[in-house]
């Protein structure tokens, strides 16, 4: 049986919420961000929180999608995921020491919101996840060189259509 991958919006208190149910892949990447930096741009007063509980496995793309967001809103963007949490998700690239991350668990208002995640275009895809592993690159993760052979691939693949 396939283990799940969905994005769920809801509000707290003080943040518009995301989270991040089973599986966080290029999958579901590209409508993340767009959701996530659509909203943040469009109003200046929200902050964004990514909740991680819910959470198995982030690929490179999604963990490379965060590090952008975390980039451009370092000040309204944090990650909520309890120690244990963050460690398996997020340690072995130390993007926990990277990313704002709360260990606090959100209270939630209200129902959550599914965020269609499919029919994202081929090319748009590859040049999400090649933007991603640049991200990844930047910040010194670990792993650095296969993320660079990712990147190169993907360029390739889309025939420099790739390259932003």
């Given at each position: 049986m396939p283990v799940s991958e969905c994005i769920q919006i809801g509000v707290t208190d003080e943040h518009l919420c995301v989270q991040i149910v089973g599986?966080?892949?290029l999958s579901s990447s590209?409508?993340?961000?767009?959701?996530?930096?659509?909203?943040?741009?469009?109003?200046?007063?929200?902050?964004?929180?990514?909740?991680?509980?819910?959470c198995n496995y982030l690929d490179s793309t999604f963990l490379g999608c965060l590090v952008g967001l975390h980039k451009t809103f370092p000040d309204r963007m944090t990650v909520a995921a309890e120690p244990e949490v963050s460690a398996r998700l997020l340690s072995c690239t130390h993007l926990d020491k990277i990313l704002r991350v709360d260990s606090a668990t959100p209270q939630y208002q209200g129902p959550w919101a599914d965020l269609p995640t499919s029919g994202w275009e081929k090319v748009a895809t590859g040049r999400h996840?090649?933007?991603?592993?640049?991200?990844?690159?930047?910040?010194?993760?670990?792993?650095?060189?296969?993320?660079?052979?990712?990147?190169?691939?993907?360029?390739?693949?889309?025939?420099?259509?790739?390259?932003?």
């Open positions: 599986r966080g892949t590209p409508a993340f961000h767009q959701f996530c930096r659509s909203a943040l741009e469009a109003d200046r007063e929200i902050s964004l929180l990514v909740n991680l509980a819910p996840a090649a933007e991603c592993h640049r991200r990844l690159i930047e910040c010194g993760c670990p792993g650095a060189d296969a993320f660079q052979r990712v990147v190169d691939h993907l360029e390739e693949e889309l025939g420099g259509q790739g390259s932003q």
